[in-house]
């Protein structure tokens, strides 16, 4: 199973651009990065996947370098609606033809006026 | 994107009764669905694969008798909490995966399970 590590938690102002990284080192060449937020009492929700380089959606992007052995979730001007928990993921594929997602303690987002 | 309900959202049940949570893929057929279990400001805790058509396969010290796991059809799978007991309650979240999207998973809305 890829292990992730991401800091526990991180504070940030609204409009700032908020970047969290994470670090999964044994990634396998079949595995995806996906990050989700959740909120409490909420199942997680999809932010972003990527496999390599860089991913964009309407609400985040993604960084990968080349050696995929870290990630880094970008948020531009975030709002207080933001503050969450976020996960990164990397699937464990156990050669049956999905993906199962082992959670790691996430990262705790607060978001201050 | 992809949408996956639970049902119920909450559940009180007394000590000693059994409760069914349903977890459905609206949108989109999943051979594949999971279980997790999530304690108050704690990361989720994954306790089972759930497979169509055959048996799911439940991580260690995941009471599989206790736990029963049913994915009958393409869009449902149900997990089944026996004898609960107050240290059940939790807050249980199923998630599906959609083959035809780059194998994104998507996560329920969560069941909040008290068991009195």
């Known amino acids: 199973l890829a292990k992730t590590t991401q800091p526990i938690s991180m504070d940030s102002y609204e409009g700032q651009e908020v970047n969290i990284t994470c670090s999964h080192n044994n990634i396998a060449t079949n595995d995806y990065i996906t990050w989700y937020q959740q909120f409490p009492s909420q199942g997680p929700r999809f932010i972003i996947q990527g496999y390599k380089t860089k991913v964009t959606n309407e609400v985040a992007s993604l960084f990968i370098p080349a050696d995929r052995k870290s990630s880094t979730l970008s948020l531009p001007r975030v709002s207080l609606s933001d503050t969450a928990v976020y996960y990164c993921?990397?699937?464990?594929?156990?050669?049956?033809?999905?993906?199962?997602?082992?959670f790691g303690t996430g990262t705790r987002l607060l978001v201050s006026p | 994107g992809a949408v996956v309900s639970q049902h119920p959202s909450r559940v009180i049940c007394k000590s000693g009764t059994s409760v069914k949570i349903e977890c459905r893929s609206l949108?989109?057929?999943?051979?594949?669905m999971f279980w997790y279990r999530q304690f108050p400001k704690k990361s989720l805790m994954l306790m089972a694969t759930s497979n169509e058509g055959s048996k799911a396969t439940y991580e260690q010290g995941v009471e599989k008798d206790k736990f029963l796991i049913n994915h009958a059809s393409l869009t449902l799978s149900t997990l089944t909490v026996t004898s609960a007991h107050p240290e059940d309650s939790s807050f249980y979240i199923c998630?599906?995966?959609?083959?035809?999207?780059?194998?994104?998973?998507?996560f329920g809305e969560g069941s909040w399970l008290t068991v009195v």
């Open positions: 993921l990397v699937g464990d594929n156990p050669g049956q033809g999905f993906q199962k997602l082992v």
């Open positions: 949108d989109f057929q999943a051979t594949t």
């Open positions: 998630s599906a995966e959609d083959s035809s999207s780059g194998n994104t998973i998507y």
